[in-house]
């Protein structure tokens, strides 16, 4: 069965010519249960002189995501119509070209599936990953690395974007010293990355369980590993004038926020990253506000300057994601 409408006021119209792709969408809000195989149809509608049709390899999972199919966020991005295509991370090659030229057909690229104004208030299917064919903003594409694989550059976009984000309002500066707590989870090993070779961090402190999750932080930059698990970061952080840090970067968790707290009561940071990462619900930012932080979030924002930042040092292979393929399902 194909879920198309004939009201247009839907949001899903059928191809012109009849065409379909394959997806994974949810037909109302609720739990994972819900994402279901389902065939749509075909990207139509949409404003060709700036959008192209990007044929999918690969489409990265993230925790917002989630709360995109729980109903969490349907004040904020609903969604134009159901079913509806999961997740906005993906990677693959130009299928149908922008009028402009900006790419090119069978070009390889990745994207963060924003979308634009002219969507309207409401997030169209084909905005979704999740399927054999998706359509891409030119402002929000950029062209893959050669040395990337498709998983690999999927699971970079939002991760990467919120971590760089992060990091330029932070005010950060060649040597300084920054502590990023959850060094192993997904932003963490991009901001660790981001901060020691693209930044130029003199000191890099982060938290992470013992063995593979240490060993990977240190792999990617960092000079400090707290076990949080077995050790009270207070009491192992140094406690003298030299080891004060200059900002700090955190995720929204009971635990990591009560360690910026005393961060900041201790005055051992000079000024802390007021963007914290991963408020994706009311519960998280009740959280932050229980704390005693300013409740502004960091999920990654529309920025062509930050898409093409982030795949300058991927191409170089100054910064990898090949510990976050995991996140990636493959077409």
Request: with cysteine.
């Amino acid at each position: 069965m194909v879920y198309v409408s004939n009201d247009k006021a839907a949001g899903m119209t059928a191809h012109p010519n009849g065409k379909t792709m394959k997806t994974i969408s949810f037909k109302k809000h609720g739990k994972p249960t819900e994402l279901k195989k389902i065939e749509t149809a075909y990207p139509h509608g949409f404003d060709a002189s700036n959008n192209i049709v990007i044929k999918v390899h690969a489409a990265s999972v993230n925790p917002v995501d989630k709360a995109l199919l729980s109903g969490d966020l349907k004040m904020v991005r609903p969604v134009a119509a159901f079913p509806h295509v999961i997740c906005y991370d993906v990677a693959g090659v130009v299928a149908e070209a922008d009028q402009a030229g900006t790419f090119s057909v069978g070009q390889p690229v990745f994207a963060r599936l924003f979308g634009n104004a002219k969507d309207g208030k409401k997030t169209p299917w084909y905005r979704g990953a999740m399927a054999e064919f998706c359509v891409a903003d030119v402002s929000n594409v950029v062209a893959k690395p050669e040395n990337l694989t498709f998983e690999e550059a999927a699971s970079i976009p939002l991760v990467g974007m919120t971590a760089l984000q992060v990091l330029k309002n932070s005010g950060l500066k060649e040597g300084d010293s920054i502590f990023i707590s959850g060094g192993a989870g997904g932003v963490g090993t991009m901001a660790i990355q981001l901060a020691k070779h693209v930044f130029k961090a003199g000191l890099v402190v982060t938290t992470a369980s013992k063995g593979a999750k240490e060993k990977l932080c240190k792999s990617l930059g960092a000079d400090v590993v707290v076990d949080y698990k077995s050790q009270k970061f207070d009491q192992v952080y140094g406690g003298n004038e030299a080891d004060k840090l200059q900002t700090n970067l955190t995720c929204a968790s009971t635990q990591r926020l009560k360690v910026c707290k005393w961060l900041r009561s201790s005055r051992k940071v000079d000024e802390l990253c007021p963007l914290l990462a991963c408020q994706h619900s009311k519960k998280s930012a009740e959280l932050v506000e229980r704390l005693g932080f300013s409740n502004s979030s960091s999920s990654a924002k529309k920025s062509a300057r930050n898409s093409k930042r982030l795949q300058q040092p991927t191409q170089v292979g100054t910064i990898s994601s090949f510990h976050l393929v995991k996140r990636t399902s493959r077409f």
